[in-house]
């Protein structure tokens, strides 16, 4: 190992959840890796009581925290994380992430070493507070099917086919699978690959940056993975959870609705680049 070489960089952005930013610092630190690690946490709470608890992971060498006296957004304080990393890979990792073994790091990385192909690699998510697996994986958006998910429409035959293609829950969750995205809670990204894509797009604020950065990710020829061996827990709540009354009650799911149109607009009339690489390397393989 090169003196003070850095692998991987390992970005959280905090929301009001200092506890358990605590608990996943604690056992990534855990972590047994032939390789130096650095962790990087954003923090967009603006609470100075949630700042303090944070700042008690100053005690790990490896810990560097900022505090954003405004909440900037996910995308820009993301993207603002991973500008400070040193890493070959970053690791996009949502705050209530929990590493239930000393090794996943270390697995992590070798598979993307051994893997050049990759682009993301995700792994499988376990809801700590039910025991449910989280389903991460998602064809690329469809507006209807988006709309359809929160609304009676979804009981409806036509719009529940295509709610079922867009959440892709018959997909099996038991084997390394090719995917159109998957959720941001957890990536890992070679830095190169990021940087080239400029990381998220700030033209979204919330929402809709990660179908965004797989479906460029898929356009310059890598994969987007989610591979079940590895597994991590997380608490099972989401920001965009609940249904059509919800919307005139969550300003977070209005903001993932001028996402989605921004999302939609950006990605007009554009083929899927997963299916387009998918018949390259078919045609590549047949020659």
């Known amino acids: 190992m090169v003196k003070n070489s850095i692998k991987a ?4 952005l905090d929301f009001l959840k200092s506890k358990r930013v605590i608990q996943n610092v604690e056992s990534l630190n855990k972590q047994k890796t032939n390789f130096n690690f650095e962790i990087i946490i954003v923090d967009n709470s603006c609470s100075e009581e949630n700042a303090k608890k944070l700042k008690t992971l100053e005690k790990f060498s490896n810990v560097q925290i900022h505090i954003n006296t405004k909440n900037i957004g996910y995308i820009r304080a993301n993207n603002q994380g991973a500008k400070l990393a040193k890493g070959e890979y970053i690791l996009i990792v949502n705050p209530d992430i929990i590493w239930p073994s000393n090794d996943i790091l270390q697995r992590l990385i070798d598979y993307m070493v051994l893997n050049p192909q990759v682009g993301i690699l995700a792994p499988k998510q376990i809801n700590d507070d039910t025991n449910t697996m989280e389903y991460t994986a998602r064809s690329f958006p469809v507006l209807t099917a988006q709309v359809a998910r929160r609304t009676f429409l979804r009981n409806m035959l036509f719009f529940k086919n295509l709610v079922a293609r867009y959440e892709m829950k018959d997909m099996n969750y038991q084997k390394e699978t090719k995917v159109d995205w998957i959720q941001s809670s957890f990536w890992v990204v070679p830095q190169k690959l990021w940087t080239e894509l400029n990381g998220l797009n700030s033209a979204y604020f919330i929402f809709m940056s990660d179908p965004d950065f797989c479906f460029k990710v898929w356009e310059k020829g890598f994969e987007v993975i989610l591979n079940p061996s590895f597994t991590v827990h997380a608490d099972g709540r989401r920001a965009s959870e609940g249904g059509f009354l919800a919307f005139f ?9 001028i996402d989605a149109l921004v999302y939609r607009f950006l990605h007009l009339f554009k083929k899927n680049p997963r299916i387009q690489y998918l018949k390259k390397n078919k045609r590549i393989r047949k020659n």
């Open 249 to 257: 009650k969550k300003w977070t799911l209005r903001q993932h609705v």
């Open 9 to 12: 960089s390992i970005v959280i």
